[in-house]
């Protein structure tokens, strides 16, 4: 191990990095160089595409005729169990970097989020079809479950190695002609995608001659049920407070009545829940992670009663603190995929410290939790639009043709008129152009 790196573990690092926001790009990275988040040729690649380029990117996907590019930031102030962390997170809309930060920092007040999970379980499918008789044929599947899971997992011999493999054959009954055998797989670091879906193609012949049917359809569920994390916190009255709501008690039962709102409104829950996916979804972005089966998993997990619920509960816990806990399905991977062709989310893991795809799956779910909040404050208090629009300023600012400080000068005085329009964004531009050259 280098000298460098050596002092690196003798440093503890702050997830508070006072007035980062006010940065510029150039400095953000100095100073995450500066407090060892970084190390300086990776804060350098972060200045550009940092070796992606379009043979990287052809080999990943088809039809390639470009580059596309999302704006990467990091999310301040997180401490998951105990530790602090930056949260990279790749993202289009503005609010959704400062709203995580904000909360991140309210909940830090009460010792930041607690983790926990379920194994790295992804779960393959063998439709049957045509099946004579359910009860013999679930009979004779069972009866032969320990041989199918020896079968599979010698068809694993790599992943078995790694301390994965196939755990565990469940039958289910869809109709009267019609069964679907579940294989889980434990997967380790990896999606297991492509893994499982090659299991399932192994075993169907087997599975349908056991159940005299045929199989069906060959691949794995993206409602990863037995892949949950569990992500709490709890955040004291006193930290809930501010100018404007200085008890944090009534900003706290505004909270808990926004909650309500969402348990019995399906229209409301699933705005309540987009929340929780901003922050979810710009974690697995930047970390090259598939959170198109995470969102499916998520919205039918919320479903799992038959009715549409919110993914998060927010609830008065002891000493009038505001308790939260998030609870979905969150399968992710840190190996193979992007994490081993894309450079910029190998550096995203590497900065986030992510050490296991369990790891990454409760730093995303930390992430979910404190955009949720939030929004949950925002909306309870102030308005969803005031902090929202402050930012868009700034997208209305740059798209005029400010630079610099001219950026600053220009959304300052949009968001003070409450005006977001770009013909007035390009008068202001005009007159403090006009201001600063007449100073000099």
Same mark, same amino acid.
């Given at each position: ?16 990095l ?29 200045a550009?595409?940092g ?15 470009g580059?596309h590019? #999302?704006?990467?930031?990091?999310a ?7 530790q602090?962390r930056?949260?990279?997170m790749?993202?289009?809309e ?5 709203a ?14 607690s983790?926990?999970?379920d ?7 063998v ?9 013999a044929? $679930? ?11 020896a079968?599979?997992?010698?068809l694993?011999?790599?992943?078995c ?5 196939a ?13 679907v ?33 045929r ?10 049920d ?10 004291p009255?006193a930290?809930?407070a501010?100018e ?10 505004a ?9 019995l ?8 829940n ?6 979810v979804?710009?974690v697995?972005?930047?970390?090259g992670n598939?959170w ?8 039918a997990?919320?479903s799992r ?10 609830r008065e816990?002891?000493?009038g603190a505001?308790?939260?806990l998030?609870?979905m399905?969150l399968a ?5 995929g992007?994490?081993r ?9 590497k ?10 799956a409760g730093?995303?779910?930390a ?38 400080? #001219? ?9 003070? $008129?409450?005006?977001y329009r ?7 531009l ?8 007449a100073?000099?």
């Amino acid at each position: 191990m280098s000298e460098d790196n050596i002092k690196s573990l003798k440093v503890k690092r702050s997830s508070r990095l006072s007035g980062f926001y006010r940065e510029t790009p150039e400095r953000r990275r100095k100073r995450l160089v500066e407090s060892r988040w970084l190390a300086p040729e990776d804060a350098e690649a972060c200045a550009g595409l940092g070796g992606f380029d379009e043979a990287c990117a052809d080999a990943m996907v088809e039809n390639v005729i470009g580059l596309h590019g #999302l704006p990467l930031g990091v999310a301040l102030n997180f401490v998951v169990d105990g530790q602090d962390r930056l949260v990279p997170m790749a993202v289009e809309e503005p609010s959704i970097i400062a709203a995580a930060s904000y909360a991140a920092r309210l909940c830090a007040e009460g010792g930041g989020f607690s983790v926990t999970a379920d194994g790295p379980i992804t779960t393959a499918q063998v439709q049957l079809l045509d099946v004579p008789q359910l009860e013999a044929a $679930e009979a004779a599947l069972r009866a032969q479950t320990e041989a199918l899971l020896a079968e599979a997992n010698a068809l694993l011999g790599n992943m078995c190695a790694r301390g994965g493999g196939a755990r565990e054959l469940e039958v289910r009954v869809l109709d009267a002609t019609t069964l679907v055998v579940h294989v889980h797989v434990d997967t380790r670091d990896a999606m297991g995608a492509n893994l499982v879906n090659s299991l399932a193609e192994h075993l169907a012949p087997r599975l349908a001659s056991l159940s005299g049917g045929r199989a069906g359809l060959k691949i794995l569920t993206n409602l990863a049920d037995r892949r949950k994390v569990y992500v709490r916190v709890k955040v004291p009255s006193a930290a809930l407070a501010s100018e404007r709501f200085p008890d944090g008690a009534v900003v706290r039962e505004a909270i808990l009545e926004a909650q309500r709102f969402a348990d019995l409104d399906p229209y409301r829950a699933v705005t309540h829940n987009k929340g929780v996916m901003n922050g979810v979804d710009a974690v697995l972005v930047a970390c090259g992670n598939d959170w198109r089966a995470v969102e499916a998993g998520a919205h039918a997990y919320a479903s799992r009663f038959g009715v549409y619920r919110p993914l998060t509960s927010w609830r008065e816990g002891p000493e009038g603190a505001l308790v939260g806990l998030l609870v979905m399905p969150l399968a992710t991977s840190t190996v193979g995929g992007a994490a081993r062709t894309h450079p910029g989310v190998q550096r995203a893991l590497k900065l986030a410290g992510v050490t296991s795809a369990v790891d990454l799956a409760g730093l995303a779910g930390a992430a979910g939790l404190a955009t949720n909040l939030a929004a949950l404050k925002a909306l309870s208090t102030e308005g969803i639009q005031k902090g929202h629009m402050a930012l868009h300023a700034r997208r209305v600012a740059a798209e005029v043709g400010a630079k610099g400080e #001219l950026v600053e000068c220009v959304a300052e005085r949009l968001s003070r $008129e409450r005006v977001y329009r770009p013909e007035r964004a390009r008068e202001i531009l005009a007159e403090e152009v006009h201001r600063k050259g007449a100073s000099r």
